[in-house]
């Protein structure tokens, strides 16, 4: 096989500013003044003694010169909407922004910068936390065993622990080499739908994927005693220099994913093959807050933006309510809330039951799996027989909702500030909106109410190109209306949220960034952007030396 890869508030009626080139752009010439007008250098200020005018055709003069820019002025009013304050703000320095998980964030800045409970955490719910914790920590056991709350693993699985995947709560990485484990990454699998009752409950969302009749829609590539592996995964690595204008050439590095030693038989030519490594676990809670309003009004701004910019959200089945919902999870956006994302991954990757997911993850053609122990426990009730119960289920899902943010670091910084201006010139925030005030729900998510967060999401999907894109088994790409998550095609990834990602390789140094774990530095993960954010990795492909220095230090301090 050859696969080249090459988480509301009311608008501000007075201001919809636009961020553009070295300005700031504004739709209400009702409160522009002329002083704030020469300060942002929209244009040449000249006295005059009709200020209304020249403010109608300042305006005027914006908004078509915005059209033609990064960022148009009708998506600019969606994520100053969202942030409830004007873009000069959120491309400023704003001390508010320090604390990008709001009132639940820590100032940490070690090893455990992931793994520490929402600041505002209240003495009677941290316990919970930290039960939750140690049934994320500690290794799940092959049943029988003694410790009946934790066996049960596999008969096919990925990892024992869901530490493994996401060491110190971080991110993951692939395998450096075909001799490496592949811990925190693994394989998703699809076909292409082949009848046309397959096509219509793939438009529907009724059904996540077409899986593989022997390899399902996950690659397991562990089994206990007795029980095969699907395959082993192994990656090879290719240089790809790419050249700024000023002649500086930032190798990258392009994965080739092999799959060997498959285990039930062949695998079809056809079969979409989709590496992914663990996504960091901080500020799940507050993204899950973001109501789904919120998500959905970006996809229709998008969609007007000039800049071919047009991101979709995903909808999924949510398989607790049987209804279809948003989908906000993963890597495509195909899971609809943390409990259910959580025992997705027990099922899919170490092999664990649930109220939510049942059944084993085994195929029927897989007999040594099906035939195999469980550690299935009686819960009461009238409730199936699980290896996960719900007790222990809601005490993950709790941990999962409340590991903390770290707060931004040097914020006020001139390097830093430079290169946020930068990131705002480029349109970066077209795609990654930087700020949302949520809502207090009728739900216990205490710590996450009214929150005001930073996480630089719009939670959409984006065609991010040729070079991100899944192939499949035989290393070609899929044609892009063959869908592998959902809505969500091979080409198709959800904008991760960047609070944080500056301090990922502190957590782990071994931690890498994008789907498959292919860029080492944050600069290599920019240079990979195709498709619809190509016109933003050209920009960043002019940044002279200085420039490249001031958007590290913009991304380092999230």
């Given at each position: 096989?050859?696969?080249?890869?090459?988480?509301?508030?009311?608008?501000?009626?007075?201001?919809?500013?636009?961020?553009?080139?070295?300005?700031?752009?504004?739709?209400?010439?009702?409160?522009?003044?002329?002083?704030?007008?020469?300060?942002?250098?929209?244009?040449?200020?000249?006295?005059?003694?009709?200020?209304?005018?020249?403010?109608?055709?300042?305006?005027?003069?914006?908004?078509?010169?915005?059209?033609?820019?990064?960022?148009?002025?009708?998506?600019?009013?969606?994520?100053?909407?969202?942030?409830?304050?004007?873009?000069?703000?959120?491309?400023?320095?704003?001390?508010?922004?320090?604390?990008?998980?709001?009132?639940?964030?820590?100032?940490?800045?070690?090893?455990?910068?992931?793994?520490?409970?929402?600041?505002?955490?209240?003495?009677?719910?941290?316990?919970n936390?930290?039960?939750?914790?140690?049934?994320?920590?500690?290794?799940?056991?092959?049943?029988?065993?003694?410790?009946?709350?934790?066996?049960?693993?596999?008969?096919?699985?990925?990892?024992?622990?869901?530490q493994?995947?996401?060491?110190?709560?971080?991110?993951?990485?692939?395998?450096?080499?075909?001799?490496d484990?592949?811990?925190?990454?693994?394989?998703?699998?699809?076909?292409?739908?082949?009848t046309?009752?397959?096509?219509?409950?793939?438009?529907?969302?009724l059904?996540?994927?077409?899986?593989?009749?022997?390899?399902?829609?996950?690659?397991?590539?562990?089994?206990?005693?007795?029980?095969?592996?699907?395959?082993?995964?192994?990656?090879?690595?290719?240089?790809?220099?790419?050249?700024?204008?000023?002649?500086?050439?930032?190798?990258?590095?392009?994965?080739?994913?092999?799959?060997?030693?498959?285990?039930?038989?062949?695998?079809?030519?056809?079969?979409?093959?989709?590496?992914?490594v663990?996504?960091?676990?901080?500020?799940?809670?507050?993204?899950?807050?973001?109501p789904?309003?919120?998500i959905?009004?970006?996809?229709?701004?998008?969609?007007?933006?000039?800049?071919?910019?047009?991101?979709?959200?995903?909808?999924a089945?949510?398989?607790?309510?049987?209804?279809?919902?948003?989908?906000?999870?993963?890597?495509?956006?195909?899971?609809?809330?943390?409990?259910?994302?959580?025992?997705?991954?027990?099922?899919?990757?170490?092999?664990?039951?649930?109220?939510?997911?049942?059944?084993?993850?085994?195929?029927?053609?897989?007999?040594?799996?099906?035939?195999?122990?469980?550690?299935a426990?009686?819960?009461?009730?009238?409730?199936?027989?699980?290896?996960?119960?719900d007790?222990?289920?809601?005490?993950?899902?709790?941990?999962?909702?409340?590991?903390?943010?770290?707060?931004?670091?040097?914020?006020?910084?001139?390097?830093?500030?430079?290169?946020?201006?930068?990131?705002?010139?480029?349109?970066?925030?077209?795609?990654?909106?930087?700020?949302?005030?949520?809502?207090?729900?009728?739900?216990?998510h205490?710590?996450?109410?009214?929150?005001?967060?930073?996480?630089?999401?719009?939670?959409?999907?984006?065609?991010?190109g040729?070079?991100?894109?899944?192939?499949?088994?035989?290393?070609?790409?899929?044609?892009?209306?063959?869908?592998?998550?959902?809505?969500?095609?091979?080409?198709?990834?959800?904008?991760?949220?960047l609070?944080?990602?500056?301090?990922?390789?502190?957590?782990?140094?071994?931690?890498?960034?994008?789907?498959?774990g292919?860029?080492?530095?944050?600069?290599?993960?920019?240079?990979?952007?195709?498709?619809?954010?190509?016109?933003?990795?050209?920009?960043?492909?002019?940044?002279?030396?200085?420039?490249?220095?001031?958007?590290?230090?913009?991304?380092?301090?999230?």
């Open positions: 096989m050859h696969i080249q890869k090459a988480f509301k508030a009311k608008p501000r009626p007075a201001i919809y500013s636009s961020f553009i080139s070295k300005s700031i752009t504004t739709s209400a010439p009702s409160t522009l003044s002329l002083a704030l007008v020469c300060a942002l250098s929209i244009s040449a200020c000249q006295p005059t003694t009709d200020v209304a005018n020249d403010s109608a055709e300042n305006n005027r003069k914006i908004q078509e010169h915005s059209q033609s820019q990064a960022l148009t002025l009708e998506r600019a009013q969606t994520i100053e909407a969202l942030a409830g304050v004007p873009m000069q703000q959120l491309a400023s320095f704003d001390m508010q922004e320090i604390k990008q998980g709001g009132d639940t964030g820590i100032s940490i800045t070690s090893s455990e910068s992931y793994s520490k409970p929402s600041s505002n955490i209240t003495a009677s719910r941290k316990g936390f930290f039960i939750g914790n140690a049934f994320f920590r500690q290794p799940w056991v092959i049943a029988p065993a003694s410790t009946d709350s934790r066996d049960g693993l596999g008969a096919l699985f990925n990892v024992a622990a869901c493994s995947c996401h060491v110190k709560d971080g991110r993951g990485h692939a395998p450096m080499s075909a001799d484990d592949a811990d925190s990454l693994l394989v998703r699998l699809a076909m292409p739908a082949t046309d009752e397959q096509r219509k409950q793939l438009k529907s969302s059904i996540e994927k077409v899986a593989h009749p022997m390899y399902g829609g996950q690659l397991q590539d562990r089994g206990i005693q007795g029980v095969p592996a699907e395959a082993r995964i192994a990656v090879k690595w290719t240089d790809k220099p790419v050249t700024f204008a000023d002649g500086y050439v930032e190798t990258l590095r392009a994965p080739t994913f092999n799959l060997t030693n498959p285990g039930y038989g062949a695998f079809d030519e056809a079969l979409m093959v989709s590496p992914r663990a996504l960091p676990m901080i500020g799940l809670g507050l993204l899950e807050q973001i789904d309003a919120d959905k009004k970006q996809a229709v701004s998008n969609h007007k933006n000039s800049n071919d910019i047009t991101g979709k959200f995903n909808v089945m949510d398989p607790q309510t049987g209804k279809i919902a948003l989908g906000r999870f993963g890597w495509k956006a195909g899971q609809t809330e943390l409990i259910t994302q959580n025992q997705s991954a027990f099922n899919e990757d170490m092999g664990l039951t649930s109220n939510i997911r049942p059944h084993e993850s085994c195929m029927p053609t897989q007999t040594a799996c099906k035939n195999a122990i469980t550690g426990d009686e819960q009461g009730n009238g409730k199936s027989l699980v290896e996960v119960s007790e222990v289920a809601k005490f993950v899902e709790f941990y999962t909702r409340n590991l903390a943010v770290p707060h931004r670091r040097n914020a006020d910084d001139k390097l830093v500030l430079a290169g946020k201006k930068r990131f705002y010139d480029m349109g970066c925030q077209s795609c990654h909106t930087p700020r949302y005030q949520l809502p207090k729900t009728a739900d216990d205490l710590e996450q109410h009214g929150q005001v967060i930073y996480p630089y999401t719009d939670m959409l999907l984006h065609d991010m040729d070079d991100l894109a899944d192939r499949t088994i035989a290393g070609k790409l899929p044609a892009k209306e063959l869908q592998v998550e959902f809505l969500a095609n091979s080409y198709e990834w959800r904008t991760p949220a609070w944080g990602i500056g301090l990922a390789q502190t957590v782990d140094s071994q931690a890498t960034f994008l789907h498959d292919r860029a080492r530095t944050l600069m290599e993960a920019v240079l990979w952007h195709g498709g619809e954010a190509k016109k933003q990795q050209q920009r960043v492909l002019k940044l002279d030396k200085q420039g490249r220095a001031e958007l590290n230090a913009f991304l380092q301090s999230l």
